[in-house]
């Protein structure tokens, strides 16, 4: 069976993978030069990478480590302590960590906030231990069912005090989800912060030894390939032709320099595309069909990612951190964390600037500024007075994953949709790890696995058919 799906970020490239794992064809069409949609990256005219996001990876994150353990590259998952650290603006140059001891979760998590002596008292200890309660002993049924609250009205209800979410939950919104606890479903955090207690390794963090796009994204294409798929770049989707019943009759895809447009069949089609971009391109005919109706409500978030390259070495250290900045969400120094960037010498800082709504229309000179007005901050040693920067650069993503407003649940769609042979795949439809590296991969082998169960029920129907005619 030949599929084609356009997009060719993380959910694109998986559900390629496990379709041809299947005994499948995908055709994987992606818009853009490069693969990896939200993760990828893009060489400068000095030759660095240049990346979308912060990427960072949990252990937590089983599909992810499972499909890059079929690839063989597993290795490139550079793992690191297993903490949690924070900046302590207050205290330039102190970092807060919440380390967490190698015992059985949830035991390990809960450790790790009782020996923590510098962000929390004891009684903030033992609220937010009693807080996080509900999620450790109702699961994720109960973390689902917190969707109507913001994070911060469920901090208020669990007796949560201020200060905890001012020093913790604020940071952790911001890095996950890249929006306010005033502003995010509770649901978000709640579902990150049941995996970290549930899991004795789910909170540990690993970044990609080299850029996403090589390291990643490119031992998917070869894997689908070596198999009879096909994965394209510069291939856009300009229509979605519909056949008589709203079925989907092929892709049209834009020609590129004065090349003519082509036209692409196949049995079933995929959009892993962004929730945006698949409601800019929805058929009419479609716009009221009730789990389409409903995507007018998810939109994606804007992100904002900085790379500053300095002179010299910053007094940084080999992990992601927690910055508690006002416009800065999450952290980390480049040249320690990655092995393709490592520079003994100097530093390279990629950052993540957020919420970013009042600043994706900024001008990059206002953004790089800003950064190295907060890093002035954490580095007052060395930032403006002893720290050049050789180059900075800024990253604009105007919608990224989908906004995790309270209620956004019930508008996320299946992967099977009610054209029987339409799918959708993408971190916003529905499944476990919301809007994450994770959550793309997991839904593109969902809708793989969708794809092989209709193809499957097709086959049966057409026997059945056979042996009544006969």
């Not at 807060?96 to 009782?114: E, G, K, R, T």
């Not at 994070?151 to 890095?175: H, Y």
């Not at 001008?363 to 002893?386: N, R, V, Y």
């Not at 092989?452 to 029920?457: I, K, P, Q």
Request: overall charge negative; charged content about 25%.
């Amino acid at each position: 069976m030949r599929v084609a799906i356009a997009g060719g970020g993380l959910a694109g490239l998986a559900c390629a993978k496990y379709l041809v794992d299947a005994g499948h064809q995908p055709i994987v069409l992606e818009r853009e030069a490069v693969l990896g949609g939200l993760v990828a990256a893009w060489k400068d005219e000095d030759g660095d990478w240049l990346e979308t996001g912060l990427h960072a990876f949990f252990g937590a994150y089983h599909n992810m480590k499972q499909l890059m353990g079929e690839l063989d590259i597993l290795d490139r998952l550079q793992w690191k302590r297993h903490a949690l650290v924070f900046n302590q603006p207050e205290k330039p140059g102190t970092l807060s960590w919440f380390d967490v001891p190698d015992i059985p979760a949830p035991f390990n998590v809960i450790m790790s906030i009782l020996r923590n002596n510098d962000m929390l008292t004891w009684e903030q200890k033992i609220r937010f231990a009693i807080g996080l309660l509900p999620a450790i002993v109702r699961g994720q049924q109960y973390v689902e069912s917190m969707d109507k609250y913001s994070l911060l009205e469920w901090l208020r209800l669990q007796g949560v005090d201020e200060q905890v979410n001012t020093d913790i939950f604020i940071a952790a919104s911001k890095a996950l989800t890249f929006i306010n606890p005033e502003d995010v479903s509770a649901t978000v955090p709640l579902t990150a912060l049941n995996r970290f207690l549930q899991e004795r390794y789910g909170s540990k963090v690993a970044f990609l030894d080299g850029a996403p796009p090589e390291r990643l994204c490119q031992p998917i294409v070869d894997y689908v390939t070596a198999r009879g798929g096909e994965v394209r770049t510069q291939a856009p989707l300009k229509e979605i032709v519909l056949n008589g019943d709203r079925s989907v009759k092929s892709f049209i895809v834009r020609g590129q320099n004065g090349a003519p447009d082509e036209e692409i069949v196949a049995d079933a089609f995929v959009s892993a595309m962004s929730v945006d971009a698949l409601k800019i391109m929805m058929p009419d005919a479609w716009q009221t069909v009730p789990e389409f109706e409903k995507l007018q409500g998810l939109e994606g978030v804007p992100v904002i990612n900085v790379q500053i390259w300095f002179d010299c070495k910053l007094p940084t250290i080999d992990q992601l951190l927690f910055s508690r900045s006002d416009i800065l969400s999450v952290y980390a120094d480049m040249s320690r964390t990655t092995r393709e960037y490592e520079d003994p010498d100097r530093s390279m800082l990629e950052l993540v600037l957020a919420p970013a709504k009042d600043w994706i229309g900024r001008s990059d000179e206002d953004i790089i500024a800003a950064t190295m007005d907060e890093l002035a901050k954490l580095f007052p040693d060395h930032i403006p007075h002893q720290a050049k920067v050789r180059k900075a650069k800024v990253k604009k993503t105007p919608r990224s994953v989908y906004t995790a407003r309270p209620g956004c649940q019930a508008l996320r769609p299946q992967q099977e949709t009610s054209i029987g042979n339409f799918f959708l795949s993408g971190s916003y439809t529905m499944q476990e790890f919301l809007g994450s590296m994770e959550g793309a991969v997991l839904s593109g082998k969902l809708t793989a696995q969708a794809i092989v169960r209709n193809a499957a029920r097709l086959e049966r129907d057409r026997d059945l058919a056979l042996a009544a005619s006969a």
